[in-house]
């Protein structure tokens, strides 16, 4: 297993960006997928993003083209980089490792999009 915490939540106004960061307690680097996921008030946790080992990124359709997801092996860090926030983007967001069942979840951070 692995922990996970992480940072960089808060209030933004829309139309402003934020960066995530998702601090893992050992090497991701043997980690093939990590990923972020957020749950809104009153709603189902859905997935946002994933990256892999190698670099490569899926997004869902409600952040393409707006949210870009990293990884940095060496320090053992993912970001969640987001941009053109929406009101609709608040929640809690959460930073996913793909291993074990169900795999390894941080406590998440909160992110608030609001004039």
């Known amino acids: 297993q692995v922990q996970l915490v992480e940072s960089g939540g808060g209030l933004v106004q829309p139309g402003g960006s934020m960066r995530l960061s998702c601090a893992a307690s050992?090497?991701?680097?043997?980690?093939?997928?990590m990923g972020w996921y957020r749950q809104a008030p009153g709603k189902q946790r859905e997935w946002v993003a994933t990256?892999?080992?190698?670099?490569?990124?899926n997004y869902a359709d409600s952040v393409k083209g707006r949210f870009t997801a990293s990884r940095d092996n060496a320090k053992n860090t993912v970001y969640l980089q987001m941009n053109s926030l929406k009101p609709e983007d608040t929640a809690v967001y959460y930073c996913?490792?793909?291993?074990?069942?169900?795999?390894?979840w941080g406590q998440g951070t909160q992110v608030t999009v609001s004039s």
């Open positions: 996913n490792a793909a291993i074990g069942v169900g795999g390894s």
């Open positions: 050992r090497s991701i680097a043997s980690i093939y997928a």
């Open positions: 990256v892999t080992s190698g670099g490569s990124t």
